[in-house]
């Protein structure tokens, strides 16, 4: 029911960037691979997930045959709690890893 002639009003929102402290030498109570990453160019950020994503596929053999559950493999060696939740989240495709398209 147009009965004024008009379109529907569109909203857009520009949200503001996430407020950053001034970046710290000392850090107590947060992890450390987890406060230097949140003060990376995000450029940096993402070019490492794409150079990532180029070195798994091959443009002849097409994308790499992925368990359809990574987290229930087991891994062998030992690795640190940090490398292993951001394996977890690079197999949940969370934080910087979200835009891998496989």
């Avoid at 002639?5 to 960037?17: A, I, L, S």
């Avoid at 000392?26 to 994503?53: C, G, T, W």
């Avoid at 951001?86 to 949940?92: D, P, Q, V």
């Amino acid at each position: 029911m147009n009965y004024l002639g008009m379109k529907e009003p569109r909203y857009e929102f520009d949200f503001e960037p996430r407020y950053l402290p001034p970046q710290q030498f000392s850090v107590e109570m947060a992890p450390f691979h987890r406060y230097l990453e949140q003060y990376r160019d995000r450029k940096d950020v993402n070019e490492e997930v794409i150079k990532h994503y180029l070195s798994m596929t091959c443009p002849f053999n097409g994308y790499p045959n992925i368990p359809k559950y990574p987290l229930a493999i087991p891994n062998e060696k030992w690795i640190p709690d940090w490398y292993k939740y951001e394996l977890i989240k690079y197999h949940k495709r969370q934080g910087k890893w979200k835009m891998m398209p496989f």
